[in-house]
Structures are given as C-alpha cells and as structure tokens.
C-alpha cells in the first residue's frame, strides 16, 4: 500500500489492532414527537463492525436502519446503551469531531449532499473545515476524486453530473476526510442500473484497497450479494445476522422485508413454491443453470446420448 494520506489512514487502524471499530451496545433510541408521544425506533441492539468489514444493513421500510446508522457517527445519540466508535463514546461532546472525521455518511440524494458549485470546491469542504492545510488538502481532494474516477471532472459544476457522478463525489467529499468507515444510506436509490453498479465498483475497491470499513444499507439485495456479512432489522431490532451465503436462501422467501431481490433469487423462490428442490446456495445464472441441467437428469433418467 502506498504511503498516501488515505492509506495512511487507514493502515494505522490496523496498527493499532483495534478489533471492534464500531460497538453498538444495548442501544434503544426514541424518537419524541411531543410530551407524550414516543416512537421506539431501536430497541436493545448490539452489534459490532470490525474492522475492514462490508456490511450489508437490510429490513423493510420503518425498520430502523437509518435510526441506527446515525447513531455510527453520532448525528443521533443513544436513548439507552451506548455506540463506541473505536472506543469513543458518541455520547461525550469531547469526541465529537474525532467521530466525524472517522466514520463518513453518504446518503441517497446526491443534490442535499454536495455543497460547493465546482466539484474540486465540494471535496475540500470537509478538510478545510478541519484546518488541514492547504497543500495537504490539495493532495486529499486530487486522491479522493482518483479513486473515484472524477479526477478529470474537478472544474465542472457539480449541478451538471449525472446522479451516478454526484454520488461519486459525495463519496470522494467523505474520503477527503480520511475516515475509517463509510455508512451509506441507501447511497444507490435515486440511481439508474448504470449509476448504482458503478457506486458500487467503487465501494468495493476503497474496502479491498484502502481497508475502509463499509456499512451499506440497502433495499437490493444484489448490491450486498458481495458483502461479509448482512444485519436484517425488523421493528427496531436485529433480526437476523449471518454471511449472505447463510442467510440468501431465507431471505429469498421473506417477502414482508420488501427487498428488491436479484432475478436468480426470486427464480429460485418461484421454482421453489412450484415444488423444485432448488438449493438455498444458489446466487448466480451459472449455478442455477447447473441445478436444472442435474436436476433434469434426474427428472429424465440420464441425458440422452
Ligand atoms: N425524525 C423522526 N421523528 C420521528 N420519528 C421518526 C423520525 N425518523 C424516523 N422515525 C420513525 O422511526 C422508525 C424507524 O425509522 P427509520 O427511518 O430509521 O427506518 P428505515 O428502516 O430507515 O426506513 P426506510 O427503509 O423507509 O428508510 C419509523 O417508525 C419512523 O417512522
Ligand atoms: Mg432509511
């Protein structure tokens, strides 16, 4: 890895040997809408994020993930129980900052995320607001857009890219800050297919390359397909948590979760309610076409020679 500023970044986490970079414990969090009334959003959720992880949130509208993922960089604070950010209490003012700059948000409307007209402008926002000076932020805006393939976009006007190049650089404005973790809302809703997949290639790589830690809630279930591990919410609490290799199969028939489902998954769903042993493993076009060749040998007796 090279000696940059956003791999420096990162390498000294691993440094350190922190094993848990976010730690949600017991954590409940009320919304009050007035003296009276109280929605419950989070009821007693612990979790951990290690780490270098991909992490896939998931559950229906209402669930709680947006609750629960600004608690990651304390935009909301905890009800009950506490959220450590490498050990830093959110809930301590003193921390503050040091947690912003650690875990970055990205959320699903690029146009309420960019601040600045000229894209170069909107990336050094956040280091400028940190005082980094200025050669160092020049260094970090041109690296931040190289990673996300906007470098040559710098001098454009933000309001004049497309919703997949607005999001790269609402990404890019996050990395300038050197952050250990990114927790994306939803960051692909408002993209085309083209726009999603491209965001996507980029969060993968800055998790493979650079180490960042990525939190991504998501309603597709394709784009976290890759992920090391998928949290379920339901009703403020998690439902289930597990690799998406354990949990694709029970997902594919949880309909209440309201996930948009990858055309394999939803084909394997459907030949299963028509009475076709379809294994839950199956994730891709490949592997279910090798399941119908077998299983029509069996059906068949044997291929005909
Ligand atoms: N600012 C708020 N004030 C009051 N209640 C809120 C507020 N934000 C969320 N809620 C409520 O908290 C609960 C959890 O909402 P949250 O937005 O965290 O869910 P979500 O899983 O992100 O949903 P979605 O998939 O629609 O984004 C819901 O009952 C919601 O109505
Ligand atoms: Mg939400």
């Not at 994020?49 to 229906?60: C, D, R, S």
């Not at 490498?86 to 947690?99: C, H, M, Q, R, V």
């Not at 990404?171 to 300038?176: N, V």
Request: charged content about 20%; aromatic content about 4%; glycine content about 10%.
């Amino acid at each position: 890895m090279s000696n940059t500023p956003l791999a420096v970044a990162v390498t000294s986490t691993q440094i350190l040997g922190v094993s848990k970079l976010i730690e949600v414990i017991g954590l409940s969090h009320q919304y009050r809408l007035s003296n009276r009334e109280t929605v419950h959003a989070l009821e007693g959720i612990d979790l951990t994020i290690k780490p270098g992880e991909f992490v896939g949130i998931l559950g229906p509208n209402g669930s709680g993930k947006s609750t629960l993922a600004r608690h990651f960089n304390a935009l909301l604070l905890p009800t009950q129980g506490k959220v450590l950010v490498e050990g830093l209490d959110t809930s301590d003012i003193k921390n503050l900052w040091e947690i912003r700059q650690r875990v970055g948000m990205v959320f699903s409307n690029p146009d309420n995320q960019l601040i600045a007209p000229i894209v170069e402008e909107d990336v050094a926002f956040g280091p400028e607001n940190l005082g980094v000076p200025p050669a160092e932020i020049r260094s970090r805006v041109d690296q931040s857009l190289e990673r996300v393939s906007m470098l040559a976009y710098r001098q454009r006007s933000t309001s004049r890219l497309s919703g997949g190049q607005k999001q790269r650089v609402a990404i890019a404005g996050a990395l300038a800050m050197l952050p250990r973790c990114l927790v994306l809302d939803e960051p692909t809703s408002m993209l085309d297919h083209a726009g999603r997949r491209e965001v996507l290639v980029f969060l993968h790589q800055l998790n493979r390359e650079l180490g960042i830690t990525m939190v991504l809630i998501t309603h597709h279930l394709e784009e976290i397909m890759d992920a090391d591990r998928l949290i379920v919410m339901e009703g403020g609490r998690t439902a289930m948590e597990g690799t998406p290799a354990d949990l694709f199969g029970s997902l594919a028939e949880f309909r209440h979760l309201e996930l948009d489902r990858p055309p394999i998954l939803e084909m394997a769903s459907r030949l299963r309610e028509i009475g076709m042993p379809v294994p839950t493993g199956i994730r891709t076009a490949g592997e279910m076409v090798d399941f119908l060749a077998g299983y029509a040998d069996t059906r068949v007796g044997g291929r005909p020679q």
